[in-house]
């Protein structure tokens, strides 16, 4: 069994980035370890289906209840439960970009607050409950304001589920506001979860910087 890091945090923040160099840190201490991205759009039925959803086949994100969205990206993570499982029994660290939380997070911000325990709840029981994925030992959110994160997302490559620019979640800067709203909500209730700031100041900090801290917090985790 791995210890298991999952990285979150609103689009554009910086996840594969700091997920890859998380796993490449930890190679070269001779560990090993393995990264898995959600969804995986190219790789299973559901995430090709919630990439369809993101880039706006049925409709309008807000024209989807919350509830059922959060089926597809759950549904990925199963289709892909073997894949984890290998992972997990093969490796000394198990890293995700992207994993549950995420899904808790999105789906949550399309809610009015008094309603985001319960689509949490729903969640995780999902998940958690029902597909028995095995949790995160540490999640790092990685925190950005919006209006940062759009800048970056309009500088991101073409991805491969989408031809548009940003996807309908990226697209909307209040969304992303309330999902980082989410994140926080999660991680102040969260044991495990550690809050990376990627601005200092109002500036960018390096992804040299940020990923130096993590590979600090992990290994501490690791050794305890």
């Not at 369809?52 to 409709?59: C, H």
């Not at 500088?155 to 491969?160: A, L, T």
């Not at 709203?181 to 999660?186: D, G, K, T």
Request: aromatic share 8%; proline share 4%; net charge negative.
């Amino acid at each position: 069994m791995s210890f298991r890091v999952a990285f979150e945090g609103i689009d554009g923040s910086g996840k594969g980035t700091q997920a890859a160099r998380l796993r490449d840190a930890l190679a070269g201490d001779g560990r090993r370890v393995d990264l898995l991205s959600f969804p995986r759009y190219s790789e299973t039925f559901f995430g090709r289906a919630a990439g369809e959803f993101l880039n706006g086949r049925f409709g309008p994100a807000d024209a989807v209840d919350p509830f059922l969205v959060s089926l597809l990206f759950a549904g990925d993570r199963f289709e892909s439960k073997a894949v984890i499982e290998r992972a997990d029994a093969a490796n000394d660290v198990l890293i995700f970009d992207r994993y549950v939380a995420s899904n808790i997070a999105h789906q949550a911000a399309k809610l009015p607050p008094d309603r985001r325990d319960e689509l949490a709840a729903w969640v995780e029981r999902i998940e958690y409950g029902i597909h028995k994925l095995p949790r995160p030992n540490l999640v790092i959110l990685l925190d950005l304001p919006a209006d940062e994160a759009q800048r970056r997302i309009a500088r991101k490559r073409p991805r491969d589920y989408t031809d548009r620019a940003a996807d309908l979640h990226e697209e909307d800067a209040a969304y992303l506001a309330r999902v980082r709203e989410v994140y926080h909500e999660l991680a102040s209730r969260g044991e495990n979860w550690r809050v990376i700031d990627c601005l200092r100041d109002g500036e960018p900090r390096s992804a040299e910087e940020i990923g130096a801290e993590i590979a600090a917090i992990v290994r501490d985790g690791r050794e305890r």
